[in-house]
């Protein structure tokens, strides 16, 4: 079977998924059986297989499985989100109609995504730029600058600078490659490059640093600073640049976060929420671990979690010692999501909600494998790379593995700049498996001409 017909059925099971979604919510709500979710369920496969006909015209060769695994996570997200708020859920879906527009723009007007290379310092500088904006402005929420607000409209300029700070560091890197893997020398058991070299590392370090200290966003500059570890690493395959390199971000981020009260609050809570002087705030990892933990192997099933109004949260502790009865999950829909997910489809279902990411992040690094020149690669594990950290950020916050941060999870959570920004890298990561997995051509030694194909062949043969 080709590839892209491998992808066409992939997203009939992700369809029939999202009417069966919309069923349960629809029965829990209701009691009744409504042929609405089978609209619902139709309306998303037409618009999934319009984008998999431009795929098919335009990226014949990229990877058949990236696409459908993006549209499982947003069905799930819109299931979820149409449980917690239907109005909500009715932005959710426009907004990933916009995000399937510009994932069509990206494809059909970015005709060589090698030309990205060209403008990398242009792209650096507006991305610095929108990173800081939120600062800039003075739009802080909970703490931190993570929005600009723009009348009734707000967006996170941090998910559109990711991809940008990825396509700047996957040119640079690629361009230098040879220079830092050479001119490494030997220092105290360590093979470190001279110190003029150690500039590019520096200044994405110091830059890390200043969104800790200014925009106040720990999530978003251990995102940025872990993606281009990994790209140093993939460039140059000197583990010791990496270490170097944690060294500076834990020195960095421990030396501000003594100096900065919000910074310090997020770890504080990190170590103890339950703490009876634990900083304001503290009540939603505990909110978030009673909903993980009501939810058991099994989940209490879509609509039915305790974040369902009215009534208290957690019914069966409601005792007169008990001091979080009659509180809510806070912000579910969005930093919260994965807790309500947790609630109500069980561990078994969050740990498939992982492993549908764990699935996209082994197709990227697979299209990173298989591309053929150094800035492919390089831009295929950048994105896959931000893209898999940004969802271990949320729900290791939201599990209190790390500290809790305000970053989205990718396709579920509510938010169109999310949406927006992460089906643009799923383009990207399309193109690039696109040109990874083409067929090429031997040159003849004798005449210089091409011969026949070598590398793959047309649809019936790509590799899975």
């Not at 990892?285 to 109004?309: H, M, N, P, V, Y």
């Not at 920004?421 to 990874?436: D, G, P, R």
Request: hydrophobic share 55%.
């Amino acid at each position: 079977m080709s590839a892209r017909n491998r992808e066409l059925f992939a997203l009939i099971p992700v369809a029939v998924l999202l009417v069966a979604g919309f069923a349960a919510v629809f029965i829990t709500n209701t009691e009744e059986i409504s042929n609405v979710s089978l609209i619902y369920g139709g309306y998303f496969l037409a618009i999934c297989v319009a984008a998999h006909i431009l795929l098919r015209i335009r990226l014949p060769y990229a990877d058949p499985y990236l696409f459908p695994l993006a549209a499982l996570l947003s069905g799930v997200g819109l299931v979820v989100i149409y449980r917690i708020d239907d109005g909500l859920a009715v932005r959710q879906a426009t907004l990933f109609l916009i995000g399937l527009a510009l994932f069509a723009a990206t494809i059909i007007f970015l005709r060589d995504y090698h030309a990205l290379e060209r403008y990398r310092y242009l792209i650096a500088i507006g991305s610095i730029v929108f990173l800081f904006s939120p600062f800039l402005l003075r739009n802080q929420v909970n703490g931190a600058y993570l929005q600009v607000n723009l009348g009734p409209f707000s967006f996170q300029p941090s998910e559109f600078a990711k991809i940008g700070v990825v396509i700047f560091l996957a040119s640079y890197l690629a361009e230098n490659r040879e220079m830092l893997s050479v001119s490494a020398r030997r220092f105290m058991g360590l093979t470190l490059p001279p110190l003029k070299h150690f500039g590019p590392l520096l200044v994405v370090w110091g830059a890390a640093m200043m969104m800790l200290f200014f925009v106040r966003d720990l999530g978003s500059s251990l995102m940025f600073f872990g993606a281009f570890l990994a790209l140093l690493y993939v460039a140059t395959t000197r583990l010791s640049y990496v270490i170097a390199g944690l060294g500076l971000f834990l020195a960095g981020a421990t030396f501000l976060a003594n100096r900065t009260p919000h910074v310090q609050d997020r770890v504080d809570i990190w170590t103890d929420p339950f703490a009876n002087n634990a900083p304001e705030g503290a009540g939603q990892i505990q909110q978030s671990l009673f909903a993980q933990a009501d939810g058991g192997l099994f989940g209490t099933g879509l609509g039915e979690s305790l974040l369902r109004l009215p009534g208290p949260f957690f019914p069966s502790a409601c005792k007169e010692d008990f001091p979080f009865c009659g509180s809510i999950l806070p912000e579910p829909h969005t930093d919260f999501i994965y807790a309500v997910i947790t609630s109500e489809l069980g561990l078994f279902g969050a740990c498939a909600l992982i492993l549908i990411y764990a699935l996209i992040a082994a197709r990227g690094f697979k299209t990173a494998v298989m591309a053929s020149d150094g800035f492919s690669k390089l831009l295929a594990t950048g994105l896959t790379t931000i893209f898999a950290l940004q969802a271990f950020v949320i729900v290791g916050g939201v599990t209190k593995a790390i500290p809790l941060t305000g970053v989205t999870l990718p396709f579920v959570s509510f938010g169109g700049s999310s949406v927006i920004a992460n089906m643009i890298l799923i383009a990207l990561l399309l193109m690039v498996s696109h040109e990874a997995r083409r067929p090429k051509r031997a040159t003849s030694p004798i005449t210089g001409t091409e011969e026949g194909v070598v590398v793959g062949e047309p649809e019936g043969g790509l590799p899975a």
